[in-house]
């Protein structure tokens, strides 16, 4: 309980949770994997987390909604049915990411490397995808629609 003791002082001080990001990973991965039995649930939303490391990380079902992850290292990790509404991802290596049915719309991904990221089921309406290099083929199963902003 070590763990949560820490996670509770710096929610309590609004601190920058970077340098716990490690910690909470492991929780969800954790919470996820025992169904919520053991672990804390990864509750990100409205926080800055810029240039975070979430290299293979598994996020599956998290909330990161209006969080500011601008530039931040998403290489090879699991998001799927993640809550990013209105996200900042400006910039974000998403290379290889599963983002399978995760909730984008609204987000801003200008900039995004998009190589490999699997958007299947993912809701991207409303979402900023200029900059990128999307491909058609991860839009095929994507949810979008008319404030969709695409690539030229």
Same mark, same amino acid.
């Given at each position: 309980m070590e763990i949560a003791r820490i996670l509770l002082e710096f !929610?309590?001080?609004?601190a920058s =949770? !970077? #340098?716990i =990001?490690?910690?909470i990973l492991y929780c969800h991965k954790k919470w996820f994997a025992s169904k919520g039995r053991e672990g804390i649930f990864a509750d990100l939303s409205e926080e800055? =987390?810029?240039e975070g490391n979430f290299r293979n990380c598994n996020l599956v079902e998290a909330n990161l909604q209006a969080a500011d992850l601008s530039y931040a290292d998403f290489t090879d #990790? &699991?998001?799927r049915g993640a809550n990013l509404l209105e996200a900042l991802l400006i910039g974000a290596k998403l290379q290889n990411a599963n983002f399978e049915e995760t909730d984008l719309m609204w987000a801003n991904l200008e900039g995004a490397n998009l190589e490999n990221t699997? =958007? &299947?089921g993912a809701y991207l309406q409303g979402a900023n995808l200029k900059?990128?290099?999307i491909t058609k083929e991860q839009l095929e199963l994507a949810f979008m629609d008319e404030d969709t902003q695409l690539p030229d």
């Amino acid at each position: 309980m070590e763990i949560a003791r820490i996670l509770l002082e710096f !929610i309590m001080k609004k601190a920058s =949770l !970077i #340098s716990i =990001l490690p910690q909470i990973l492991y929780c969800h991965k954790k919470w996820f994997a025992s169904k919520g039995r053991e672990g804390i649930f990864a509750d990100l939303s409205e926080e800055d =987390l810029r240039e975070g490391n979430f290299r293979n990380c598994n996020l599956v079902e998290a909330n990161l909604q209006a969080a500011d992850l601008s530039y931040a290292d998403f290489t090879d #990790s &699991d998001l799927r049915g993640a809550n990013l509404l209105e996200a900042l991802l400006i910039g974000a290596k998403l290379q290889n990411a599963n983002f399978e049915e995760t909730d984008l719309m609204w987000a801003n991904l200008e900039g995004a490397n998009l190589e490999n990221t699997k =958007l &299947d089921g993912a809701y991207l309406q409303g979402a900023n995808l200029k900059g990128t290099a999307i491909t058609k083929e991860q839009l095929e199963l994507a949810f979008m629609d008319e404030d969709t902003q695409l690539p030229d």
